[in-house]
């Protein structure tokens, strides 16, 4: 049991769910594929982020086909949030059942998905798809091979001030992408507070604080979802008391 510490993801659950919750709301996925990561990641507790359930078990209980769990799975296993891993059979040898790795990528980009094709519908626009796709991802490659972006390309999307606390420490990418962890964020926790910058600022220099004190053993975004959560949750219950006719300050006394 102890090889498979090798293949933990995260350093607690907590971890995790943070990032399970981030990437449920930044990635477009269908209704089949959250429910599926969701429940990976319900079984992915004892070795954090790594999960023993078969494909038939997991059709199984999303009352699926296994030809229908098996799509998901690739789907999800393209994206890139998961991984599948062969395992060996240490007595008998061979190749035994597989695990399902949750990946903590960097969510920059919210990513397209089609909704699944019904039971052997597939072949009937298998080679416009394929082609469509090929075209696409010769595209994306084109896109990504560029130059980096530079700052001036946030203006629209992201407050200066924030831009450049960032700077010195991220890309523009990587701007754009925490500002909209801050977005979600502050919607999802915090829907009473209107003025986010000053939290988000502070949750940004805390995040890295802890990244350069070497606090953060995994992922920066995971980890920084994780503090704003924390600050925006109190700035909540700051607004809820403020509008109580006579309230006590708790936060300061």
């Not at 229908?68 to 999800?76: E, P």
Request: glycine content about 4%.
């Amino acid at each position: 049991m102890k090889q498979l510490r090798q293949y933990e993801t995260f350093e607690s659950v907590s971890d995790m769910d943070n990032f399970i919750g981030e990437a449920l709301e930044v990635l477009e996925l269908v209704e089949l594929d959250r429910k599926l990561l969701r429940l990976l990641a319900g079984h992915s507790c004892k070795f954090v982020g790594v999960s023993f359930l078969k494909v038939q078990t997991m059709a199984d209980t999303l009352e699926v086909s296994y030809k229908t769990a098996q799509r998901a799975l690739k789907r999800l296993k393209d994206i890139g949030i998961i991984q599948r891993v062969r395992q060996l059979r240490a007595v008998s040898g061979g190749f035994g059942s597989s695990l399902t790795i949750i990946r903590p990528i960097v969510l920059t980009y919210r990513t397209e998905a089609t909704e699944p094709a019904p039971e052997g519908s597939e072949k009937v626009s298998q080679k416009s798809e394929t082609f469509f796709l090929k075209a696409f991802q010769k595209d994306i490659k084109t896109i990504r091979q560029q130059e980096e972006l530079d700052y001036t390309y946030l203006e629209e999307f992201v407050p200066q001030e924030f831009i450049q606390t960032a700077k010195p420490f991220v890309s523009a990418q990587e701007v754009f992408s925490l500002w909209g962890k801050v977005q979600v964020v502050s919607k999802r926790v915090a829907p009473a507070v209107i003025e986010i910058l000053e939290p988000a600022i502070r949750a940004f220099k805390a995040s890295v604080l802890a990244y350069k004190s070497r606090r953060v053993k995994k992922s920066f975004g995971a980890y920084f979802w994780g503090t704003l959560t924390g600050v925006f949750s109190v700035e909540q219950r700051r607004r809820n008391l403020e509008s109580l006719p006579f309230h006590y300050d708790w936060l300061n006394n």
